[in-house]
Nanobody, 120 residues
Framework: QVQLVESGGGLVQPGGSLRLSCAASGIIFSIYSMGWYRQAPGKQRELVAAISSGRSTKYGDSVKGRFGISRDNNKNTVYLQMNSLKPEDTAVYYC??????????????WGQGTQVTVSS
């Protein structure tokens, strides 16, 4: 059974930083492309960042230069380092396994989500 468990969300002031983690089990993690998505109230879920098995990366336009995605195959974990956070980054952040870099389509496996709130 595939499980993706996110952690690291919370409340942070504008300009602050957070690091999200997603621990995966039930998959051969090293061969999966992994993605982070987010969904704000009343908005569609959008891609934040993705990382391939070969560590190629892709970022949403709104987070380029502020967020960084990385992976540790020894720990079956993908990370999202979020810097210079803005109120508009407030959303539930979801981990995704199986992101397709060619088509841009998300994979079949999702975590339960972790809330990130950026507010003073």
């Amino acid at each position: 059974q595939v499980q993706l468990v996110e952690s690291g969300g919370g409340l942070v002031q504008p300009g602050g930083s957070l690091r999200l983690s997603c621990a995966a089990s039930g998959i051969i993690f090293s061969i999966y492309s992994m993605g982070w998505y987010r969904q704000a109230p009343g908005k569609q879920r959008e891609l934040v960042a993705a990382i391939s098995s070969g560590r190629s990366t892709k970022y949403g336009d709104s987070v380029k230069g502020r967020f960084g995605i990385s992976r540790d195959n020894n720990k079956n974990t993908v990370y999202l380092q979020m810097n210079s956070l803005k109120p508009e980054d407030t959303a539930v952040y979801y981990c995704n396994a199986g992101y397709n870099f060619r088509s841009g389509v998300s994979g079949n496996y999702w975590g339960q989500g972790t809330q990130v709130t950026v507010s003073s």
